[in-house]
T-cell receptor, first 113, second 112 residues
Framework: DGGITQSPKYLFRKEGQNVTLSCEQN?????MYWYRQDPGQGLRLIYY???????QKGDIAEGYSVSREKKESFPLTVTSAQKNPTAFYLC????????????FGPGTRLTVT | QQQVKQSPQSLIVQKGGISIINCAYE??????FPWYQQFPGKGPALLIA?????SEKKEGRFTISFNKSAKQFSLHIMDSQPGDSATYFC???????????FGTGTRLKVLA
């Protein structure tokens, strides 16, 4: 089955610890995205990547980092510098050659205490 | 200029009624306008999308109406069903940036 997988579904961390969220796709898509979703605020773009070894900051990149070493993988690290990391994180991908359908993963709910 | 404004924030409709959600944008470079449906605890899924060369697109009970001059687009859900109860997001994207800008969402509840 083609799609996007995110793991884990739920993640708990202590304040001050870095944590890495996994995102893998087997759709052969060029573009990948990370969004943060908070209640009542919609989806806010953290980082996106149009091609391997290249990525751009989104609207709320502070306190986050990413890498894109493989086409299939786009992990997101939530660093201790992120002031309010508790949120629902969504990974997405799209073909990339022209704006079109974005496929979303099931999300990871991160809770930092 | 990058914002997409979505209204209403929440909507309650009787079963069989029409649900209408509206979005407005400023950036004329946007050339792709999708609507997503999201159930609690799940990732959004594409419902229907339109490009600015057409004014309307229909897929089953779902229709997008697009008004290029007013920079507005809307989602109509005909014969709304309780299973349609979800949060709906509009979005916009331009070929130049590949950034998708999302509206803040509309929580739809369809009463049985």
């Amino acid at each position: 089955d083609g799609g996007i997988t995110q793991s884990p579904k739920y993640l708990f961390r202590k304040e001050g610890q870095n944590v890495t969220l996994s995102c893998e796709q087997n759709l052969n898509h060029d573009a990948m995205y990370w969004y943060r979703q908070d209640p009542g605020q919609g989806l806010r773009l953290i980082y996106y990547s149009q091609i391997v070894n290249d990525f751009q900051k989104g609207d709320i990149a502070e306190g986050y980092s990413v890498s894109r070493e493989k086409k299939e993988s786009f992990p997101l690290t939530v660093t201790s510098a992120q002031k309010n990391p508790t949120a629902f994180y969504l990974c997405a991908s799209s073909l990339g050659r022209r704006p079109g359908e974005q496929y979303f993963g099931p999300g990871t709910r991160l809770t930092v205490t | 200029q990058q914002q997409v404004k979505q209204s209403p924030q929440s909507l309650i409709v009787q079963k069989g009624g029409i649900s209408i959600i509206n979005c407005a944008y400023e950036n004329t470079a946007f050339d792709y306008f999708p609507w997503y449906q999201q159930f609690p605890g799940k990732g959004p899924a594409l419902l229907i999308a339109i490009r600015p060369d057409v004014s309307e697109k229909k897929e089953g009970r779902f229709t997008i109406s697009f008004n290029k001059s007013a920079k507005q687009f809307s989602l109509h859900i005909m014969d709304s069903q309780p299973g349609d109860s979800a949060t709906y997001f509009c979005a916009a994207c331009s070929s130049g940036t590949y950034k998708y800008i999302f509206g803040t969402g509309t929580r739809l509840k369809v009463l049985a």
